[in-house]
């Protein structure tokens, strides 16, 4: 349920109103909007009608029951469009197109302190780059864990960029948090609901990838795990599903795009390099990614690509990533956005 308070509510009452949801059994969430505050009522779906008498209470204007099965996602909840900080200079869901780039697996310290620098000088404001890796086989690399944080916050010190990087189980959230300024949910956990609850109790923005088989609504959902766990700093993004198509990796669903933006306050990111597996198709997916109103790309860049541990041939060198950055201004201008200077 939603409780929408009167415009100008005293803050007695609202919290009036957040104790009595308490009482009541259900977990108040306060959104505070541009003219008034509406406080999101979320809990067991039975007996919530019990929640209707709250409109019997100073300054609260109306009960509303909220439609969708994701509550805090949903636009019912916030009509404004969420803007998620990363840091005092960076956030991901406003004005600025925000770009992740660098490569797939943190591999030694040349490698990513190599990386960081070209994507820093070609624009990027943000580095990525996996230090747990979930392989689709055992006997694949499976990154270089902890020494691979340390190496990200080492390119981090070098370049000033912040850094974003995979958590694949809920013991190591604690510790990949400890270091990094965005946590990355990947496509095979994103239905892992202990590892989505865990990182909905830590204060770190959070990156939920799409799970290669998931419905808009059950990806609603997973970002809901984070945010009824108290963790609203939740970024989409989409990063290819499985079709019948063999030709591309993955079929980049760039239509996600219009369709979350309709559904969900909370900032859209596409990854065009899961999406497509091929770095030849890269520059025109993150062109047609931003026309269609994303607000931030996540790209692999590696320094030679042929030599990478892993999604080499999706990685682009860092000359054809500072080609793709300076022609995608333009499209940044055309969608109302900013890149860089
Ligand atoms: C990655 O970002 O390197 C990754 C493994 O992504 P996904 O979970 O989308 O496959
Ligand atoms: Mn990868």
Redesign the pocket.
Known sequence: MIVVMKAGAAKKERDAVTRRIKELGYTPHIIHGTTRDVIGAVGDERGKSVLQTLESMQGVESVVPILQPYKLASKEVKKEASIVRISDTLAIGGKELVVMAGP??VENEEQIIESAIAVKAAGAQML?G?AF??RTSPYSFQGLEEEGLKLLAKARETTGLPFVT?VIDPDSVDLVASYSDML?I????SQNFALLKKVGQIDKPILL?RGMSMTIQEFLMSAEYIMSEGNQSVIL?E??IRTFETATRNTLDLSAIPVLKSKTHLPVVI?P??GTGNYRYIAPMSFAAVAAGADGL?I?VHPDPEKAS??GPQSLKPKKFQALMDKLRLFAEAADKTLGA
């Open positions: 797939c697996s990525r996996g890796k979930p995979e990355q990947g496509a095979r956990n990838k993004c990063r290819g990854d390099s899961h996540i692999e892993s999604d």
